[in-house]
């Protein structure tokens, strides 16, 4: 699947020095062998089978208990389970965004917060409106312009379909710099703080 926006990952970072990045799925062959050229730590931590998705009651809050923000955000810190001094360059959120209510995905954006810097950029991808449906995919990134898509064998997880003006809103310190159509109605989204081109 083309990209027009994950190669700009690239051209936002300083590829000679050992870039950090993070890859919100699972380890894909794809995105290992793209990142040999690249001096880079990669890490790969499968959010999309935590409990804490949408649709899934984490057990530790059951019945009517809903848990506070700060749980919430104490709980992504626990998945992300990255080191403290850890500064991420580049955060490959895939579609993970769109399993996320509001109240989740604030909490994740901000429980990711300590390990984003001024130059960090990310990558996601979503939907033009709520009538553009999702496909089951996870992602790895294959070369600069291309992405690869594998098909998951697991049912859908539910989806919160955000338009790019409740993104802005909910993703706190991160601005959505660019965005392109996709021809299947996905959007891609580039990611970014501290950029001024639009």
């Keep these: 699947m083309h990209s027009n926006l994950a190669s700009l990952l690239f051209e936002r970072v300083q590829t000679d020095k050992q870039l950090v990045v993070l890859d919100i799925g ?9 990142f040999t050229h690249f001096k880079c730590k990669l890490i790969f931590v499968d959010l999309y089978s935590q409990n804490l998705l949408s649709g899934s009651c984490p057990e530790d809050y ?5 848990p506070s923000h700060q749980q919430l955000i104490e709980q992504f810190t626990a998945a992300l389970n990255l080191d403290p001094q850890t500064k991420l360059d580049i ?15 604030k909490a994740f954006i901000d429980a990711l917060h300590p390990y984003v810097d001024d130059s960090t ?15 089951n ?12 898509q594998y098909p998951c064998s697991e049912e859908q997880k539910s989806v ?27 959007v891609e989204y580039l990611l970014s703080q501290g950029c001024d081109d639009k």
Excluded at 26 to 34: D, G, I, M, N, Q
Excluded at 62 to 66: A, F, K, L, R, S
Excluded at 162 to 186: E, T
């Design 26 to 34: 699972l380890a894909r062959s794809t995105t290992v062998e793209l």
């Design 160 to 186: 919160y379909p955000h338009s790019q003006r409740d993104l802005n809103n909910l993703l706190g310190y991160f601005d959505i710099d660019k965005s392109r159509l996709m021809p299947d109605g996905r």
């Design 121 to 135: 950029c990310g990558y996601g991808l979503g939907v033009l409106n709520a009538r553009t449906q999702l496909p």
């Design 91 to 105: 955060c490959l959120f895939w579609d993970f965004f769109n399993y996320l209510d509001g109240t989740l995905l």
């Design 62 to 66: 059951e019945g009517d208990h809903q």
């Design 137 to 148: 995919y996870q992602y790895g990134i294959k070369n600069l312009d291309k992405l690869h």
